[in-house]
């Protein structure tokens, strides 16, 4: 007799009650030997490779790179040669989550009987059908009103999801928060597991509506302010450009004589703001104001991020990460460097350019921009409604700026 062995998601540590395939070493029809690698395995803490118990043929791959599967789930099958396919196919069936030994099958909507089970009772002679009631007219039910989340849940969906349902985390999140039973959601995942994707289609289908998701884009136009500006050193032309243009002097850079807003600041200010830049010449700058500057075109690169899924390994990390933020002590490190060369180079820059007076603060963001851009890990974000992380291709510096009000953290955008 041909023997057909199972290769599961196994069990590493008390805690895991799900793992992530990551990468097969076989292909199907490959032989291997006992403590052979077949297939490497991600938890929520490790990555390890799963080494096979016996000798067999990789018959079957049933799961790929990226399944989630919970412990002991059916993820490949080994097999004699001599194992025909339909065998296979059967062992699967029945490994299925969706399968049971229940015998003969049974009508829809009724249960099958054990094997040699009687019948609680006797099954009643035959008799006369009694004459039907007059029908009742019933009233439909009342749609669901939307939640606070905007998510109609329409009544053949409402109820409490049961425990052996298979489902994602997100998805019992998601029916927990808005009283569904996914035992009426049919799973497009491994296995039959029920996604949230497969959740909001089918509140969608059965006639309710789930809002759409809004795209983890970010804005190329810089926030404008709403400060009183009429303390604001400017000259007159400058601030009549200014009210014409619909321009706080607050967000204009002050580069003209004694510190004062001239035109070319509220030219860059309607640049940045993606504005008219129609503005009239009746001002004539004058010595050390940006005119020269303003006329270099500063592109603002698409920062669109790229979204990277989340492993098990990784939310972890971020679980554990965010709750040593809130628990645990932090300090800061102050280090003394070396920067004549830095304070070389910027008395180089300055000197090139009249026009522009460059900072060590202008110097240390470039810096830090250039850093993000070698070490692309770094230069992240996590969405927690997407649960993934944003990888962006540019690098936007936040800076601390004291004003007489507060504090501002103006973005300084693609500074690499």
Do not use: Y
Request: aromatic content about 4%; proline content about 8%.
């Amino acid at each position: 007799m041909t023997t057909i062995r199972a290769i599961e998601i196994p069990k590493w540590g008390m805690t895991m009650a799900e793992g992530t395939v990551d990468e097969w070493h076989l292909a199907e029809g490959d032989s291997f030997a006992e403590g052979d690698l077949l297939v490497a395995i991600e938890s929520t803490k490790v990555m390890n490779d799963l080494a096979a118990g016996f000798d067999g043929v990789l018959r079957r791959i049933i799961a790929h790179t990226g399944d989630v599967l919970p412990v002991g789930a059916l993820i490949g099958v080994s097999a004699d040669p001599s194992v025909s396919d339909e065998e296979i196919d059967a062992f699967i069936a029945e490994r299925s989550p969706d399968s049971g030994d229940t015998g003969d099958a049974a009508a829809p909507g009724t249960e099958a009987a054990p094997a040699g089970a009687a019948p609680e009772h006797d099954a009643p002679p035959a008799a006369a059908a009694p004459a039907p009631a007059p029908s009742v007219a019933t009233p439909a039910p009342a749609p669901a009103a939307p939640s606070a989340s905007g998510v109609t849940v329409p009544a053949s969906l409402r109820g409490v999801t049961a425990d052996d349902v298979f489902a994602t985390p997100h998805a019992l999140a998601f029916a927990e928060e808005h009283g569904i039973d996914l035992g009426a959601v049919t799973g497009s995942g491994r296995g039959g597991r029920v996604s949230r994707s497969d959740v909001e289609d089918a509140v969608t289908a059965a006639g309710g509506s789930v809002p759409a998701k809004a795209e983890a884009t970010r804005s190329g136009i810089p926030l404008r302010s709403t400060v009183d500006d009429s303390g604001v050193d400017a000259t007159p032309v400058a601030r009549r450009i200014a009210g014409e243009l619909g321009i706080n002097l607050n967000d204009c850079r002050a580069t003209g004589r004694l510190g004062r807003v001239c035109v070319p600041d509220v030219e860059e200010a309607a640049r940045r703001f993606g504005l008219s830049d129609a503005t009239t010449g009746a001002e004539t700058p004058g010595p050390g104001s940006s005119a020269d500057a303003a006329s270099f075109p500063v592109a603002e690169p698409a920062n669109t991020p790229e979204a990277v899924p989340f492993t098990g390994m990784r939310q972890a990390i971020a679980s554990r990460l965010q709750q040593s933020a809130q628990t645990s002590p932090h300090f800061r490190v102050n280090q003394e460097v070396q920067i004549d060369a830095l304070l070389s180079l910027r008395k180089q820059v300055n000197e090139a350019v009249p026009a522009v007076k460059i900072s060590v603060n202008d110097l240390v963001i470039k810096a830090v921009a250039t850093a993000l851009i070698r070490v692309p890990e770094v230069n992240v974000q996590f969405d927690e409604a997407s649960r993934t992380v944003l990888r962006f291709p540019s690098a936007d510096i936040s800076v601390a700026v004291s004003v007489d009000a507060g504090l501002i953290t103006p973005i300084v955008r693609g500074a690499d």
